[in-house]
């Protein structure tokens, strides 16, 4: 058995084990599509080594145990999104002991994110498409792509603070050379920046406290 689709079968929980003796699941092709999981435990997916692809988006996923994606280490694509695993993000805890060294794509839409820390995929190093659409993101700390080399970038937002913690932004998504056509980006505080996009803003304009800028 290569694939395996699991999708819109109200499945509640999953443990350790509930894969034995698929071992040679591949393109593993294995999607848990819109169930309704709250939580993945320890080893959820240790028995699935060969697991390229994977799907967990539309569940009500809130955090998961900090070894439950440890063996996925041929694992290609990860689609997390539609779920309420924001916190997990901000914190880095869904991170700080994953490694999946030739994940290229990660889906991460719609998951109530708000702020993405510096260098938040770090452990997923060769990380090229990058979904982040339909999250209402506040902040961008400096670095928080580091160090990837992304192809695709999707990310949406119009709730942005743009001050001197965002000065970077515009100056690095240049250089890194990826389309504007995914990439949507507004501020909604200070008021006088409020519905204007990133990139129409000098970063000299992007400033902090009493230096931030004000109506004319």
């Not at 700390?141 to 580091?146: L, Q, R, V």
Request: aromatic share 8%; proline share 5%; with cysteine.
């Amino acid at each position: 058995l290569k694939s395996l689709n699991l999708s819109r079968n109200h499945i509640r929980t999953i443990s350790d084990e509930w894969l034995f003796g698929l071992t040679g699941l591949q393109q593993l092709w294995l999607s848990l599509h819109r169930n309704q999981l709250q939580f993945l435990p320890s080893g959820a997916f240790r028995l699935l080594s060969r697991l390229e692809y994977l799907s967990l988006s539309g569940n009500s996923i809130e955090s998961f145990h900090k070894t439950a994606m440890t063996g996925l280490d041929q694992l290609n694509e990860l689609d997390l999104s539609s779920n309420s695993l924001a916190v997990c993000l901000e914190d880095n805890a869904m991170l700080y002991n994953t490694s999946m060294p030739y994940l290229k794509s990660l889906g991460f839409r719609n998951n109530q994110l708000r702020v993405i820390p510096s260098r938040a995929f770090e452990r997923f190093p060769a990380l090229e498409h990058l979904d982040l659409a339909d999250n209402p993101i506040t902040t961008i700390h400096p670095g928080a792509f580091n160090p990837l080399q992304l192809r695709e970038l999707h990310l949406d937002t119009s709730a942005l603070l743009c001050d001197c913690h965002l000065a970077w932004f515009s100056s690095w998504f240049v250089s890194s050379k990826l389309s504007r056509r995914t990439v949507h980006t507004r501020c909604a505080h200070p008021i006088p920046l409020s519905g204007i996009d990133v990139f129409a803003i000098d970063a000299n304009n992007l400033t902090c406290g009493r230096n931030q800028p004000s109506l004319p």
